[in-house]
C-alpha cells in the first residue's frame, strides 16, 4: 500500500512538473521565437538579438504566469510577485539551454526567416530546454516553491480558476 501510495504521488508530482514545464515553455517559446524573429529581421547581432529574445522570454513567461491570477482576483504587485516566484529558476535555465543550443548549431543565428535551419534550430533548442528544465521545475513543486506557488491560483488539470471569477 505504502508503494502504491509513494507511486501515486510520484505520478501526480510528473503531471503537475510536465504541466507547469510546458506552461513556462510556451510563454519561454512566445518571447524567444519573438525576439528571434525580430532580431533577424532587423540584421541585428547575434548578441543583440540574443538579449532581445531573452528579455522578451521573461517577460512572456511572467506574463502567461500572470494572467490567470489576475484573472482570480490577485492585484498585479501580488500576482507579479508569485510569477517572479514560480518561473524566475525555469526560465533562467530554459533561456541558458536554448541560446546555447542555438549557439551551438553551425548557422543557426545566421540562417534566415525563410531558412529551415533557422526553424529547424529553434524548435530543437526549446524542446531541449523544455527537458532541461522539468527535472528542476519539479524538484522546486515537490519543495513547494517554483510553480507550486501559484499551482493553486489556476489548475490547469481541474479547471479549478473557473471558480475564482
Same mark, same amino acid.
Given at each position: 500500500?505504502? !508503494? =502504491?501510495?509513494?507511486?501515486?504521488?510520484?505520478?501526480?508530482?510528473?503531471?503537475?512538473?510536465?504541466?507547469?514545464?510546458?506552461?513556462? *515553455?510556451?510563454?519561454?517559446?512566445?518571447?524567444?521565437?519573438?525576439?528571434?524573429?525580430?532580431?533577424?529581421? %532587423?540584421?541585428?547581432?547575434?548578441?543583440?538579438?540574443?538579449?532581445?529574445?531573452?528579455?522578451? &522570454? /521573461?517577460? /512572456?513567461?511572467?506574463? %502567461? $504566469?500572470?494572467?490567470?491570477?489576475?484573472? =482570480?482576483?490577485? @492585484?498585479?504587485?501580488?500576482?507579479? +510577485?508569485?510569477?517572479?516566484?514560480?518561473?524566475?529558476?525555469?526560465? $533562467?535555465?530554459?533561456?541558458?539551454?536554448?541560446?546555447?543550443?542555438?549557439?551551438?548549431?553551425?548557422?543557426?543565428?545566421? =540562417? @534566415?526567416?525563410?531558412?529551415?535551419?533557422?526553424? +529547424?534550430?529553434?524548435?530543437?533548442?526549446?524542446?531541449?530546454? +523544455?527537458?532541461?528544465? /522539468?527535472?528542476?521545475?519539479?524538484? *522546486?513543486?515537490?519543495? @513547494?516553491? @517554483?510553480? &507550486?506557488?501559484?499551482?493553486?491560483?489556476?489548475?490547469?488539470?481541474?479547471?479549478? !480558476?473557473?471558480?475564482? !471569477?
Amino acid at each position: 500500500m505504502d !508503494h =502504491a501510495q509513494h507511486s501515486s504521488t510520484h505520478g501526480s508530482l510528473n503531471r503537475v512538473a510536465l504541466s507547469a514545464t510546458i506552461h513556462c *515553455l510556451t510563454g519561454c517559446s512566445i518571447g524567444e521565437v519573438l525576439g528571434m524573429v525580430i532580431g533577424t529581421a %532587423l540584421g541585428m547581432g547575434t548578441g543583440s538579438t540574443i538579449a532581445l529574445a531573452v528579455v522578451l &522570454a /521573461f517577460i /512572456f513567461g511572467y506574463l %502567461l $504566469t500572470m494572467m490567470p491570477l489576475l484573472r =482570480a482576483g490577485i @492585484g498585479y504587485r501580488s500576482a507579479l +510577485g508569485l510569477a517572479f516566484a514560480a518561473d524566475t529558476a525555469s526560465i $533562467t535555465i530554459m533561456e541558458i539551454v536554448d541560446n546555447t543550443v542555438m549557439l551551438a548549431i553551425p548557422g543557426a543565428m545566421d =540562417a @534566415g526567416l525563410t531558412d529551415f535551419r533557422f526553424w +529547424g534550430s529553434l524548435a530543437l533548442s526549446l524542446v531541449i530546454a +523544455g527537458v532541461a528544465a /522539468f527535472p528542476v521545475v519539479r524538484w *522546486l513543486i515537490a519543495r @513547494g516553491r @517554483g510553480h &507550486a506557488v501559484v499551482h493553486k491560483y489556476h489548475d490547469h488539470d481541474s479547471g479549478s !480558476h473557473s471558480a475564482h !471569477h
